[in-house]
C-alpha cells in the first residue's frame, strides 16, 4: 500500500472514501452517547451532522457508519469511525481507528483511502493534548499498514481486495508541527513494515519456512537493509557445544539454523554505550518431539518461531532508524520432530554454558534453545538482553490472549521496557521469577530440570530456566504465547498472526538512543 503523509483541508481532497474520526464525550459510561467528529470542517460537519443527532452512531471504538455522496465533500463517500470514550483516549485507539477505516474500504472495492488527521482543537472539554501529533501522525500509519494486509497467501480463489492507496490529510497550518507529524508518519511507516514483515513469516506454514529458509530470509532483509548477518547449521552448534540447541534439532530432517544480524552505528557507538542482544525463539515447527502434543491444534504450531520473526522484524527497522547503539540478533532455529534420533525423556544434555539439564518433557523445547542463544549472545559481548518466544501454554493460562508474559531479573531494565509500551500500545504483565522460585526446576541428577517439579507456575518455570544463563546481565522474558495469533478477526487486525513485541522491542532499543 501507497501511504502519504498530506497537508490539506479533508473537505477538499478528491477520494473514493474519506475516514473522519469521532469520539464518544458522554461524562460516564451509562450515559446516553454523545458522539463529536475529531474534525473542524464545517462541510464534513454539515454532512455528518444529521446522522450524528440520530443516535444511529455511538463512537464505540471500531464502530463505522458509511455515507454515500457526502453534501459539500469532494468525497464520493464518508466513512464515521469510532475512537471510544474520549477520556480514555490513547495511540493505541488512533491505531485501531486506522486500521478500521482500511479495512472497512477493502469488501467496498474501494482501493484509494482517505483518513481526516484527527484534530483535538475540535472539542470544548475533552482533549488529546497528552497524544503529541508526532505520535497521532505515527499511530495512524502503523495501524492502516498493519491492518490493510490479509493472511488468506495460498488460497487458489483468493480475490485481490487490497488498498492501493491511503492519504492521512492534515489541515494544519503550522511548519513546526507538520515537521512533528511529518517526522511520526516516517517511524510509523518504518515500525509498521517490520511488523508486516514478522507477520509475513509467522504465516508461512512448516513445509515453506523450514529453519534454513527462515535463515535466508533473514540473510536476504539483512543485505537489502545493510546489516551484517551470518547463518550457520549443525557443525557451528557443534563447534559452539551447544548441546540443547543441537538436542531439539536432531530429532528433524531439516537442519537447524543459528542466525546472527549485527547493526552497528555509524562511526561506531560511544565506548561506554551498552551493546543489546535480542534472542528468538525459532521453532518453525513443534510436534512436541518424543512427549507429543495432541492432534488437535496441532497445525497452529507453524507460529512457534514468532519470537524469532519479531527479532528479526525488529532488526529490518533498527537497521533504518540508526540507532547509536549496537545490537545484535541472535536467531535459534529449528524443527521439534520425534524421530529415532530425537531427544528423550530422562535425558541430560549439556549447554553451551557447561551447565547441564535434565529433559523432563521434550514439548519444553523453546527454553532449550533459548538458553543456548542467550548464553551464546553473552559470549558476543551483550550487555543487555531481551528474549522474545511462544515459551508456555502456562502463559496463556495466566493472562489470557490480550497481554503477553513480561520477566525480568533488573528493575530499572523492566522499567524501562515498560515505559515504551504506552507508546507501542502493546499489553505485556510483569511475572515473577525470584529465586525463591529456583527449587521447582532442580534436577536429582543435573543442574536442572527443563519443566517445573509440578504444573503449577509453568510459566515462571520456563523464566527460571532461562534465567539461569543470563548471569548478571539485565536480562528481559517476553512470553508472547497468547498474543502471537489473533484467533477471531477484529475491525482493524484480521485473523492470523499479529506481530506482537516488534514495536515493543523497537521502543526499548530507541530508549538507549539518547
Known sequence: MDTKLLFQDAATLNTPMLAVFAVDIAANKDADPIPVLLNTSDPIAKAAANVLASGDFKAGLGETLLLHSPSGLKAVRLLLVGLGKAKTLSSDEMRKAAGTAVRAAKPLGVRDVA?????????????????????????LAEGAEVGEVDYDTYRSDRKDRSVHTLTIVANEPENNVRTDMQQGFDLGLVVARAQNFTRSLVNEPGNVLTPTELGRRAAAMSKEMGLACEVHSTAKLNDLKMGAFWAVAKGSAEPPALIVMTYEPEGGAAKDAPVLGLVGKG????????????????????????????MIGAMQAIAQLKPKVKVIGVVCSAENMPDGGAFKPGDVVTTMSGKTIEIVNTDAEGRLVLSDGL?????????????????TGACVVALGMLNAGLF???????????????????????LPCTDDYKDQIKSQIADMMNTGKTRYGGATNAAMLLKEFVGDTPWLHLDIAGCAWNEESKPWLPYGPSGIAVRSIIEWVRSYNA
Open 375 to 391: 548464553h551464546y549472545a553473552r559470549t558476543l559481548g551483550c550487555t543487555h538482553l531481551i528474549n522474545a518466544a511462544t515459551l
Open 115 to 139: 483518513i481526516a488527521f484527527p484534530e483535538d482543537r475540535a472539542l470544548s472539554d475533552e482533549h488529546v493534548d497528552d497524544l503529541p501529533a508526532a505520535l497521532i501522525a505515527r499511530a
Open 408 to 430: 525480568s531479573n533488573d528493575d530499572a531494565t523492566c522499567a524501562q521496557f515498560e515505559s515504551g509500551l504506552k507508546t507501542s500500545g502493546e499489553k505485556f504483565w510483569r
Open 283 to 310: 521453532i518453525t515447527f513443534d510436534t512436541g518431539g518424543i512427549s507429543i502434543k495432541p492432534a488437535e491444534g496441532m497445525e497452529k504450531m507453524k507460529y512457534d518461531m514468532a519470537g524469532a520473526a519479531a
